[in-house]
């Protein structure tokens, strides 16, 4: 049977755009089809927009600690500058996605796709119908808004970049990556910023020296966190957005952002014509190739339920490529995902937390904490802490935890030695690099504590 393409990719986020360039190099003939911008979430509402607002923020850190510097600073922020800014500079990232898929011979397609079998799509603006021996789904993600009265007076991350001013305050809901970025990014520029979160600590999952030292970050920097409760109806009397607590709590905000996780975007794709099942989230199932239940479609990223994260999903994307394009079978190992938080404080982590270790035999754990040197001139008190865990007496690093400034840039690089099986040895063999925060991980003499049988000792 003769198909139009070999592969029809939907979606041009982070994992189709990769899958796509990577299968047009390898000689197959292959349309791309985006209803919305080309870059997906990552580029366009996701990670490089929120990373630039991240250091809009960071500023206040900086001027706060200037004067024991010597420098006075007169700092005035405007909004409209940054948006214009980051517009600017996701267009120009746009255009550049756009010619990295034309160059090997991409075809981009601006439209909506339904899938109408296991070859075939039907593009919803044009009317026509489109058939390849291989469809990706790569729709992403879009966030969850719980389903509450007046709920639709609240906006999500999608709007929150674009927002026509600053609100004098907002009250952000979860207790995720999302919110608490977006919590530092609109504390540090100047919004009151109140998080409210279902949990008793932000960042479930995470190692609780992280979670603990997150919280006390935020808070120092005005950030007010209301645990144990949830938005149970929202009301617009005037200006401001009117907010029903769960223990019946009201007060008002200038605006109010939900963070309560994100679902798949699979709603009204056609996924059933093609006899494609999703579950009750719209997650589709994929096995480690990332080919779904019915042979011809593939899918990749948000979509099926794996990591939520952009480099994951363009590692799905290339593999799928070598996979099918190039003959050349591979899976991705989501063991080891090293990730970062970009909220002030920053969390970088990758491996086990200490809690998740514990269960696993017996470790060892070493603990540092201090002022970053940044800081010490100033009267900050704020501690940076780095936590590695261990294999009892040496044995294979199995996490490392990083809070503080850069962790994200040193969490990247611990993840090779890790990946490569390291154990406390080769951490202490390496010299330190003076005077540097990093080089507490490499200089740890004894344990801070242990745990032996499940226990701390
Ligand atoms: P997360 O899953 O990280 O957090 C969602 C939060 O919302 C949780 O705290 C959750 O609570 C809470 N929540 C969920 N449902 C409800 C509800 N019905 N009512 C009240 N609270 C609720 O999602 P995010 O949207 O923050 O981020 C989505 C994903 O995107 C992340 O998982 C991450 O993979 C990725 N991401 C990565 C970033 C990075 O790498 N720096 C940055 C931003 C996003 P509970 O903890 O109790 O479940």
Redesign the pocket.
Known sequence: MSYDYDLLVIGAGSGGVRAARMAATYGAKVAIIEEFRVGGTCVIR??VP?KLYVYAARFQDQFDIASSFGWQVDARFDWATLVANKEKEITRLEAAYTANLEKPGVEVIKDRAVVTGPNSVKLVGEGRGLTARYLLVATG?R??I?DVPGAEFGIT?NEAFDLPELPHSILI???????V?FATIFAGLGVHTTLV???DC????FDEDMRRGLEAGLTDRGIRIIYQT??ASMAKPDEDVLVTFSDGVTAPYGAVMF????VPNTDGLGLETAGLATDEKGTIAVDAYSQSKVPSIYAVG?VTGR????PVAIREGWYFAETVFNNNPLSVDHGLIP????AEPEIGTVGLTEAEAATHGDIDVYVARFRPMQNTLSTRTERMVLKLITEKDGGRVLGVHILGPSAAEMIQLVAVPMGMGANKADFDRAIALHPSAAEELVTFKGPSYIYRNGTKV
């Open positions: 996701g990670c929120k993600a966030p969850f719980p991350s809901e979860g207790g995720g990556y999302v919110a970025e979160y279902r949990g932000l960042l479930r999952g949830t938005i963070a309560t996780g994100r948000d990591a939520q994260l952009t990730t970062a938080v970009f």
